[in-house]
């Protein structure tokens, strides 16, 4: 059973107020991974992992194609460079009340091989400790929540991408609702223990209220009673009763306010995935042939299609959100370390290309200097043995083979 401790000396808030501030948490957890070949969908249920119910599923994937389509256009979302792949609901048994008791698994697919697991964990209303949530989160905790997922998700892990656990990033949402309480409460009550929670931090040690007032005026939220961060580990959406209004989660659906902001999440990751898996492979080995070569740089062009505007740049929602993931995340690091790597696979290109235009030119060089000097030792030998025909071929054959001999000695040294 998995042991999470409670420490009573966390339970009091920031401003001295007894802990008695309820809400409702639900985390969406992606793990970056890239699938070693093409992925056409499940094939089996796997063991641990139930059907999603069909209800839910639909209204799921209904909600997200929604957003989807408002957010990145419809041109975009009809090219299928992503798709959205349920796998299933892992249930999390014999586990404290206040835990989430199932997880929703979903697999989001690029076109160029990088992918996220994707996992909606509900909680049930509970009161406001941000030390229990890091806790679950954690994904070191011996037999905690990430751990027990991974018992059931990494034989399927393992059979798309050859690895028993995720390859890239770990990254989490936290999401809270406050159906009894406006921001401003849980701001005056909760505002340090928000940024640990933001940073994934386990001490209890205080913050300093500088760097807390710098976290929290970070808000890209843009609804009244809302606060969205983001940091380096970890995103938070937060909201009050006062921007509730059909809001709830009662459903099992994230709620509809988040959407936005967990799908600009998806596609940063992606984006990272997609750079990283271009960097690697960049880095590992060059191509042998122009043709091996000239196909790589049109994958990785192909695949950069999104970070040069498909995605992030021309129809991005938010511009804040985007650039501070970029900046978070090291994308533009990234891209540059692509970019780099890229000129110099279009450097290889050209360098062996000429080198291939340099070998033609000294073949053809030999070949065409040793046929003009045998055609002028045949005139030669044609005065000499008029009626000797097989002297005149001698002497011609002779003379190609000698001058084209000496003219490789003389030129190789050139070429090399």
Same mark, same amino acid.
């Given at each position: ?9 966390? +339970? ?7 802990? +008695?501030?309820? *809400? ?36 799921? +994937? ?6 989807? %389509?408002?957010?990145?256009? $419809? ?67 011996? +037999? ?7 018992? *059931? ?9 050859? $690895? ?9 949402? %936290? ?18 223990? /928000?940024?640990? &929670?933001?940073?994934?931090?386990? !001490? ?58 967990? /799908? #600009? ?23 042998? !042939? ?6 790589? $740089? ?14 992030? $740049?021309? #129809? ?11 900046? /978070?995340?090291? &994308? ?12 110099? *696979? ?11 235009? #340099?070998? &033609? ?34 002497? #011609? ?8 001999? *000496? /003219? ?9």
């Amino acid at each position: 059973m998995m042991e999470i401790t409670h420490n009573t000396s966390r +339970d009091t808030t920031d401003s001295g107020f007894p802990e +008695d501030l309820a *809400v409702e948490p639900a985390f969406m957890l992606f793990f970056s991974i890239h699938l070693h070949g093409a992925f056409t969908g499940f094939t089996r249920q796997s063991a641990g992992i139930a059907p999603l119910p069909p209800r839910q599923l639909e209204d799921y +994937d209904t909600q997200f194609a929604r957003f989807e %389509t408002q957010l990145l256009g $419809k041109t975009f979302v009809e090219t299928h460079r992503i798709t959205r792949w349920p796998l299933g609901r892992i249930a999390l048994d014999n586990l404290p009340g206040d835990t989430p008791a199932y997880a929703d698994v979903y697999l989001i697919c690029h076109t160029s091989g990088a992918a996220l697991w994707e996992i909606w964990l509900p909680a049930p209303a509970q009161p406001f400790d941000t030390f229990r949530w890091i806790g679950w989160l954690d994904p070191d905790a011996r +037999d905690g929540l990430i751990e027990r997922l991974w018992r *059931v998700l990494g034989p399927v892990n393992k059979e798309i991408t050859g $690895k028993p656990a995720w390859s890239g990033l770990y990254f989490p949402v %936290t999401v809270l609702r406050a159906p009894d309480h406006p921001l401003t409460t849980i701001l005056e009550r909760h505002r340090t223990n /928000l940024v640990h &929670l933001l940073f994934l931090d386990h !001490s209890a040690r205080p913050l300093k209220p500088r760097l807390v007032d710098e976290e929290l005026s970070h808000d890209y939220c843009t609804r009244e009673g809302g606060l969205t961060l983001l940091a380096r580990r970890s995103g938070l959406d937060l909201h009050g009763r006062e921007d509730l209004a059909g809001d709830m989660h009662d459903t099992g659906l994230p709620p509809k306010s988040v959407m936005p902001f967990l /799908l #600009t999440i998806e596609l940063l990751l992606i984006e990272r995935a997609v750079l990283v898996h271009l960097y690697q492979q960049l880095s590992r080995s060059m191509p042998g !042939s122009v043709d091996e070569l000239l196909a790589l $740089k049109q994958e990785v062009l192909d695949a950069l299609e999104e970070y040069y505007g498909t995605i992030t $740049k021309a #129809t991005r929602f938010s511009d804040a959100v985007t650039i501070e993931g970029e900046r /978070l995340f090291g &994308l533009g690091d990234l891209y540059e370390g692509v970019i780099d790597r890229l000129d110099t *696979v279009s450097f290889a290109i050209t360098t062996r290309y000429q080198k291939r235009m #340099t070998l &033609l030119q000294f073949w053809l060089t030999i070949v065409f200097g040793a046929t003009e000097i045998g055609f002028i030792a045949s005139g030669i030998a044609a005065w000499y043995y008029r009626t000797n025909l097989g002297a005149v071929l001698g002497w #011609t054959m002779g003379a190609s083979l000698l001058s084209g001999l *000496v /003219l490789v000695l003389l030129l190789r040294g050139k070429i090399e």
